[in-house]
């Protein structure tokens, strides 16, 4: 009873507040971040104010410069801000990418993850819609089980998880991953995906995620 009140006593806060939506990325060689821009353009296009942020390069820079795809897609995406903890608690909705590594996400998404105990101590990531995407070489090269192992963290925060599921056409035909858009890529790191149709998923998941925080704001008022 308490609850419902509490609902319907804050329904302007959804009529009125545009919804907030923080995409945050990891990308090496460019895939995820294309995927996240795509996410960026269709928030936007939704009439969402939107962050679009990447988590710290934690690599030894070495590494990065004897590979030039890795080198050259850096030096691209210098100038996008890098994730910070207020862009995460600003956000009505929090969308991820990050590429499949080994079956799980990166080491760079995962560091920036592990520096936000203090946010979630706080309750700050709570009642949050999220969903994530991936890539990854290989057709079946563990992109469920990636973005899986990502929606267990956003369990522990108390997040919603809003996954594309089945839900529309579109979320189905770009591989068919009901727990989140997932590309996948060459060897020399380019989508071997139907473009169209991947961006078509990538802007359904993008639009029903933060049509799930918009829902949720009522919560966080
Ligand atoms: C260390 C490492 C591990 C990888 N593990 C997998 C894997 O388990 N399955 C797979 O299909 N691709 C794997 N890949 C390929 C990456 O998923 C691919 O490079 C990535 O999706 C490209 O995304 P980006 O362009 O955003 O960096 C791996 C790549 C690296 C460098």
């Known amino acids: 009873m308490g609850y419902l009140y509490r ?3 804050n329904m302007d806060v959804v009529e009125t507040e545009k919804t907030k939506t923080t995409i945050v990325y990891y990308s090496s060689t460019g895939t995820n971040y294309q995927m996240a821009l795509w996410a960026s353009e269709a928030a936007k296009a939704e009439g969402s104010e939107v962050r679009l942020v990447k988590v710290p ?3 030894p820079q070495a590494l990065i410069d004897s590979t030039p795809g890795w080198k050259a897609h850096m030096e691209a995406t210098k100038d996008i801000p890098v994730a910070t903890e207020a862009d995460l608690e600003w956000a009505d909705a929090l969308i991820f990418s990050v590429p499949t590594r080994f079956g799980n996400i990166t080491s ?6 592990d520096t936000l105990g203090g946010l979630w101590f706080q309750g700050k990531l709570s009642n949050k819609a999220v ?3 991936t890539s990854a070489q290989n057709l079946h090269g563990g992109q469920e089980a990636a973005i899986l192992s990502l929606y267990t963290t956003m ?3 108390g ?3 809003a996954a594309p599921g089945y839900t529309d056409a579109v979320a189905g035909e770009a591989n068919g991953n009901p727990y989140g858009t997932s590309a996948t890529v060459s060897s020399e790191g380019k989508i071997t995906d139907d473009i169209p149709a991947l961006k078509a998923a990538v802007q359904y998941q993008a639009m029903r995620t933060l049509s799930v925080g918009q829902a949720l704001k009522v919560l966080n008022a």
């Not at 760079?108 to 993850?113: E, G, H, R, Y």
């Open 7 to 9: 609902l319907l006593g």
């Open 131 to 133: 969903s994530a995407m």
């Open 108 to 113: 760079q998404m995962q560091s920036f993850i």
């Open 57 to 59: 390069e934690t690599a």
């Open 155 to 157: 369990y522990h925060w």
């Open 159 to 161: 997040a919603i998880v």
